[in-house]
């Protein structure tokens, strides 16, 4: 069983930035494949971005050149660094974890961009 903690959503201007983080319970170096979703009022949640456990990286097209994703196997940490932010980002962002079908969520936080 794998529990996700994320932390680092706010409220922040148009323009600026933020990194969320996601912590696992227990390790994420076996875990294929760890994810940053969103979901706006509304609206289905979407895929933000992806990192597979060989290191390999998607992106959504509209954060594409502007959030990046990592992860720190020895920290069993996930991040998204967000810059440029734009108000079409608000949402709450979920931490999602796939071994192979097998998956976990995260209670998500949330990210506003406001002036």
């Known amino acids: 069983q794998v529990q996700l903690v994320e932390s680092g959503g706010g409220l922040v201007q148009p323009g600026g930035s933020l990194r969320l983080s996601c912590t696992a319970s227990?390790?994420?170096?076996?875990?294929?494949?760890m994810a940053w979703y969103r979901q706006a009022p509304g609206k289905q949640r979407d895929l933000v971005a992806r990192?597979?456990?060989?290191?390999?990286?998607d992106y959504t097209d509209s954060v594409k050149g502007r959030f990046t994703i990592s992860r720190d196997n020895a920290k069993n940490t996930v991040y998204l660094q967000m810059n440029s932010l734009k108000p079409e980002d608000t949402a709450v962002y979920y931490c999602?974890?796939?071994?192979?079908?097998?998956?976990?969520w995260g209670q998500g936080t949330q990210v506003t961009v406001s002036s």
């Open positions: 990192i597979i456990s060989g290191g390999s990286t």
């Open positions: 227990g390790s994420i170096f076996s875990i294929n494949v």
């Open positions: 999602r974890a796939d071994n192979y079908g097998r998956i976990w």
